[in-house]
T-cell receptor
Framework: DAKTTQPNSMESNEEEPVHLPCNHS???????IHWYRQLPSQGPEYVIH???SNVNNRMASLAIAEDRKSSTLILHRATLRDAAVYYC??????????FGTGTSLTVIP | ETGVTQTPRHLVMGMTNKKSLKCEQH?????MYWYKQSAKKPLELMFV???????ENNSVPSRFSPECPNSSHLFLHLHTLQPEDSALYLC?????????????FGNGTRLTVT
């Protein structure tokens, strides 16, 4: 049921920006793009979501391609506390949240 | 700090035991969910409740029995489990009525079946 594709793992240096990609080529016009992250020994945590326009909040930015077939989660300055598994998920009115395997982000001091 | 509380955090049970997992949300949401997270596998949606009514059962074996007495509480009753049921069980809530409403998760119950 996973309709998104993400790299299995990525690395980033501390205090540098991180761009986490997600492909969702079968996205429909009513699907929202959600991002969550899961820190070790915790449940997933909501990060950000959007439909068509780029979105910013205190945690991250979400850049959505013009054709909506891909999106990028941007952490502006990675910290060691950002090391987690990041999930990109699509949600539409008829479906629930289905998670893929996500991207495991390692932050290097 | 989470608005969704799960108890217990850890549970070890034998295959013949009966136990229950509890979830409580303090966010005023009207939808609650059970997910299963096994090692190296994606989160699997198990059950969904909207306004206390079960709206989804994702082909879950009958040895897992959910209960939602009100919009703030959700239980997962367990009986005659198998070792492969060992996993992290996560509860979540959301405010339905708009499908852009995010999920809020608890920190899960780590279940070990011996």
């Amino acid at each position: 049921d996973a309709k998104t594709t993400q790299p299995n793992s990525m690395e980033s240096n501390e205090e540098e920006p991180v761009h986490l990609p997600c492909n969702h080529s079968t996205i429909s016009g009513t699907d929202y793009i959600h991002w969550y992250r899961q820190l070790p020994s915790q449940g997933p945590e909501y990060v950000i979501h959007g439909l068509t326009s780029n979105v910013n909040n205190r945690m991250a930015s979400l850049a959505i391609a013009e054709d909506r077939k891909s999106s990028t989660l941007i952490l502006h300055r990675a910290t060691l506390r950002d090391a987690a598994v990041y999930y990109c998920i699509l949600r539409d009115p008829g479906n629930q949240f289905y998670f893929g395997t996500g991207t495991s982000l390692t932050v290097i001091p | 700090e989470t608005g969704v509380t799960q108890t217990p955090r850890h549970l070890v049970m034998g295959m013949t035991n009966k136990k229950s997992l509890k979830c409580e949300q303090h966010l005023g949401h009207n939808a609650m969910y059970w997910y299963k997270q096994s090692a190296k596998k994606p989160l699997e949606l198990m059950f969904v409740y909207n306004f206390k009514e079960q709206t989804e059962n994702n082909s879950v074996p009958s040895r897992f029995s959910p209960e939602c007495p009100n919009s703030s509480h959700l239980f997962l009753h367990l009986h005659t489990l198998q070792p492969e049921d060992s996993a992290l069980y996560l509860c979540a809530s959301s405010q339905e009525g708009g499908y852009n409403s995010p999920l809020h998760f608890g920190n899960g119950t780590r279940l070990t079946v011996t």
